[in-house]
């Protein structure tokens, strides 16, 4: 349960951020934040990999 402050916030940012974006507007930004998402995650699994030699 100590994640749970994140996951709330979260929740509240994307609601007040779906206030002042248009669904277009929406689906871009969601688009954006998952290849952003999967970009830092291959940098960090190259870290790791990195690590490891």
Do not use: G, K, W, Y
Not at 24 to 48: F, Q
């Amino acid at each position: 349960m100590e994640n749970c402050p994140d996951i709330v916030a979260i929740t509240l940012l994307a609601c007040q951020i779906s206030e002042c974006l248009s669904d277009e507007e929406l689906e871009i930004l969601c688009a954006d934040l998952s290849l952003l998402s999967d970009a830092i995650t291959a940098i960090l699994v190259r870290r790791s990999q990195n690590e490891d030699i």
